[in-house]
């Protein structure tokens, strides 16, 4: 079993749709999490980022954290064409410091295309 | 922003040559780096970790001798792939964590990417 699942889709919406994008996780470690967004051939940019249970809102995104069934999503109201690209989730644990960061564990990616 | 540089974009090489790409933090210093690899429409893969002043730490699988890489300063991190062949073709991104999270949170900026081709 992969530490982060995600259904890499594709998917593909008419504008204006909401659009809800998941991972699952099986490590207790993960303490915080992420989703990022990777137009083609573009390095992935940061879009949300959470650490503790519940929703967190930014513009037309919402992400959302249940620790408790390890599960994440990310919503995208009225979305856009411009939203056509792979979501990314990502989560790691807390470390003390140092020079030795953890490393972030990735879903698979989940295609998403918005037509006009 | 944190913003993070890297260099070429895109790059043809002949089978057995060297590349190297660079990755840089523009405004602020990164003692740690990360290389990563991705293969068309597949996630991202860590390759290694690139500490400044001191050797990379490599994941599982992959091989030193072949992906070198290189952290002299808090702003500079190469990876190079040395005698290259075209098994050796994807996309590699470099990333640096990014200030402004809580201690140890790896949240990282990434670099546009270069992607390889080896003929």
């Known amino acids: 079993q992969k530490e982060v699942e995600q259904d890499p889709g594709p998917l593909s919406v008419p504008e204006g749709a909401i659009v809800s994008l998941n991972c699952t996780y099986s490590n207790s470690a993960f303490q915080y999490f992420m989703w990022y967004r990777q137009y083609s051939r573009k390095g992935p940019e940061l879009l949300m980022y959470t650490y503790s249970s519940g929703n967190k809102e930014d513009g037309r995104f919402t992400a959302q954290v249940d620790k408790s069934s390890k599960y994440i999503s990310l919503f995208i109201r009225d979305s856009q064409p411009s939203d056509s690209a792979t979501y990314l989730c990502?989560?790691?644990?807390?470390?003390?410091?140092?020079?030795?960061?953890?490393?972030?564990?990735f879903g698979q990616g989940t295609i998403l295309t918005v037509h006009p | 922003g944190a913003v993070v540089s890297q260099h070429p974009s895109w790059v043809i090489c002949k089978s057995g040559t060297s590349v190297k790409i660079e990755c840089r933090s523009l405004?602020?210093?990164?003692?740690?780096m990360f290389w990563y690899r991705q293969f068309p429409k597949q996630s991202l893969m860590l390759m290694a970790t690139?500490?400044?002043?001191?050797?990379?730490?490599?994941e599982q699988g992959v091989e030193k001798d072949k992906f070198l890489i290189n952290h002299a300063s808090l702003t500079l991190s190469t990876l190079t792939v040395t005698s290259a062949h075209p098994e050796d073709s994807s996309f590699y991104i470099c990333?640096?964590?990014?200030?402004?999270?809580?201690?140890?949170?790896?949240?990282?900026?990434f670099g546009a990417g270069s992607r390889l081709t080896v003929l």
């Open positions: 690139s500490n400044e002043g001191s050797k990379a730490t490599y």
């Open positions: 405004d602020f210093q990164a003692t740690t």
């Open positions: 990502a989560m790691g644990g807390l470390y003390a410091g140092g020079t030795s960061y953890g490393k972030l564990t």
């Open positions: 990333s640096a964590r990014e200030g402004g999270f809580p201690s140890g949170a790896n949240v990282l900026t």
